[in-house]
């Protein structure tokens, strides 16, 4: 079983920078591919990035390209996500997910961390 908590989410001006962080239980974090995903209010879940197990291969929707990066420390169990020049189309809740498999199916859940981006 793996347990992911998010943190960093928070009220920021556009333009502005926030880094989220996922914490993982468990002792196979390393070997997940791991995603962040985000929902807006009255729109769908969307993923944001995805990265391998070993860090070296990432994935991110076109909308954050340029702006976002995603990361992960196998050694602290955690994955990050530094969100630079926010919009505010970016406000959402943010969860991070892990892809225990490595065939697109996230199995553990976070609870989400709330990020809004103001005028």
């Known amino acids: 079983q793996v347990q992911l908590v998010e943190s960093g989410g928070g009220l920021v001006h556009a333009g502005g920078s926030l880094r989220l962080s996922c914490a993982a239980s468990g002792r196979t974090f390393s070997s997940y591919v791991m995603g962040w995903f985000r929902q807006a209010p009255g729109k769908e879940r969307e993923s944001v990035a995805f990265i391998n197990w070993s860090g070296k291969s990432t994935w991110y929707r076109d909308s954050v390209k340029g702006r976002f990066t995603i990361s992960k420390d196998n050694a602290k169990n955690t994955m990050f996500l530094e969100m630079n020049s926010l919009k505010l189309e970016d406000t959402a809740v943010y969860y991070c997910?892990?892809?225990?498999?490595?065939?697109?199916?996230?199995?553990?859940w976070g609870q989400g961390t709330q990020v809004t981006v103001s005028s």
């Open positions: 997910a892990a892809d225990p498999r490595g065939n697109g199916t996230y199995t553990y």
